[in-house]
């Protein structure tokens, strides 16, 4: 795993130039939607449940502006996510949907497409109905042109499309194909990016300047940092000042300095809401994609990322919306990643009947003491062999959880979630007819669901284009061009 530390500026220096344009919007701006609240999404990424310092850790996390976030609404304490990995639960974040419905299972669907056409996201529903939207981070939703935030309903788009990338060099990013098909870039819009600041800034600094632009209109900002994924690269002055042995440093102190990045980030985000008056009137929900990794932190849960045990699935999970949820709630009932888009659709006033997921807002206010769901659902391919340890799934309905585990821990069994969080003591043998029961419902439901979706019929981001375009960038902004090198596919095709 790359572990890369550079000097770069502190946060609130790199953001300094910003205070006072916020201070002086906040002079001039009156809310003026107050039926339409304006919606924040902000998304970790690789953020275990113990990766923020309000919720049970063992690993030293600094993280204020978060913990004053969840002081300010609603702490939920069993958060799932819909997915065991990043892409998944983005597309079930996105549609409201178990993406299952639609044929998304793992990490190889965005290859071939991402989300199809016909499934709407939440971002196409707000901007039909008046909100200004950007996505300013990791998208990981397909690969294809058609999949590209700009064509999915956000009009402003800063980041990068596939799973990860460099924190400082905008035209390095992870792919299977290199910059051949595009995915190594960071983008602005369809514009490959010549130079950022370390990318957690770099996303702050434009969620901010969106905001401030939006002020006087209803807007939607996704915000998926792609921290604290690998690779693991911090500004060297965060790592020293937060490390337990600045002479030793190791993976956990880079976490830490990436995670308080991140938290100085969300702290950026609300200060600005606050100074222009929006506050009250915008929900925020915090939460992470998938459960933790190596230098993250899952407290005492079994699993982790890529796992179905609540270690890979349960997250830090925090609504705030000060105009209807009391603040310093703590929220005790399961609820999953896929209620925010319908939470989301309710505030805006639009129908959300097609979704799977539910309007929180009856829930975490009170009103509706009864539980969000009867039944949730994960998994990772389309099996429904009648015998349990052969698929790849995790079914819960109310304290009973069934998971079945084949490929890492090799593993199946009942759990008492309520009695047993960190699910030791199975008890399949103990209950054969509620595990019964479970793989039951679990079958039923997984033979309704689709294939995995196969090939699309569209282009894909083509690397070769977005090269010559980071050379005529590079060459209006007075740098050096950089030579054309060719992917596998263009060596291949001059030699024909």
């Known amino acids: 795993m790359k572990i890369s530390v ?18 002086a919007s906040a002079q001039h701006t009156t809310p003026s939607h107050p ?36 002081a300010s609404g609603v702490q939920c304490m069993q958060g799932y996510t819909s997915g065991h990995l990043s892409s998944p ?9 178990y993406q299952q419905s639609f044929g998304f299972y793992g990490l190889s669907t965005p290859h071939v497409g991402g989300i199809p056409q016909d499934q709407k996201l939440l971002s196409e529903y707000l901007v039909e109905n008046g909100y200004d939207t950007a996505c300013i981070g990791k998208w990981h939703l397909g690969d294809y042109i058609r999949s590209h935030p700009n064509n999915r ?3 402003t788009f800063f980041g990068f499309i596939n799973g990860l990338h460099d924190y400082y060099d905008p035209l390095v990013g992870g792919s299977w194909d290199g910059v051949y098909n595009g995915l190594a870039f960071t983008l602005d819009n369809m514009e490959p990016v010549t130079e950022m600041e370390y990318s957690t800034y770099e996303y702050t600094k434009r969620a901010v300047d969106f905001i401030q632009k939006n002020a006087d209109h209803p807007f939607f900002l996704y915000l998926p940092y792609n921290a604290i994924h690998s690779p693991l690269q911090a500004p060297e002055e965060l790592i020293g000042e937060l490390a337990i042995n600045p002479q030793e ?75 209807k949820l009391a603040k310093g709630t703590i929220y005790n009932k399961p609820v999953m990643s896929i209620d925010i888009a319908p939470t989301v659709m309710e505030l805006a006033g639009l129908s959300h009947t097609n979704m799977h997921g539910v309007n929180l807002l009856p829930y975490l206010s009170g009103k509706d003491r009864t539980e969000p769901h009867d039944v949730l659902y994960w998994s990772t391919e389309k099996k429904s062999n009648n015998q349990v340890f052969k698929n790849e799934f995790a079914i819960r309905q109310g304290k009973w959880k069934l998971v079945s585990d084949p490929h890492f821990e ?8 309520e009695a047993d969080p960190q699910e030791k003591h ?8 509620k595990y019964k029961e479970l793989f039951g419902i679990y079958l039923n439901w997984i033979n309704q669901m689709p294939e995995e979706l196969a090939n699309g019929e ?31 596919h263009e060596k291949k095709k001059s030699k024909q």
Request: charged content about 25%.
């Open 6 to 23: 550079r000097k770069t500026s502190t946060l609130s220096t790199a953001l300094l130039a910003i205070l006072p344009i916020a201070k």
């Open 35 to 70: 039926d339409k609240p304006n919606i924040v999404i902000i998304l970790a990424d690789d953020q275990g449940y113990g990766g923020v310092n309000c919720y049970p850790h063992i690993k030293k996390i600094v993280t204020p502006n978060i913990d004053k976030l969840a």
């Open 89 to 97: 639960t983005r597309a079930g974040l996105m549609t409201g949907k």
């Open 153 to 155: 309903g956000f009009q």
């Open 249 to 323: 440093i190791g993976k956990d102190d880079i976490g830490r300095a990436m995670t308080f990045a991140l938290d100085q980030g969300v702290g950026k985000v609300v200060e600005t809401l606050e100074q222009l008056g929006l506050r009250d009137n915008t929900i925020i929900f915090y939460l992470s994609d998938n459960g933790a990794v190596e230098y993250s932190d899952k407290w005492e849960f079994r699993g982790r990322k890529g796992s179905y045990y609540e270690g890979g699935i349960r997250v830090p999970f925090i609504v705030s919306y000060p105009a």
């Open 410 to 417: 090799k593993d199946y069994d009942l759990y008492d979630i």
């Open 426 to 433: 199975g008890l399949k043998d103990q209950y054969p007819e």
């Open 458 to 488: 569209n282009a894909r981001l083509k690397g070769m284009e977005l090269m010559r375009k980071y050379q005529r960038n590079l060459k209006k902004s007075g740098k050096k061009v950089v030579p054309l090198s060719f992917g596998p």
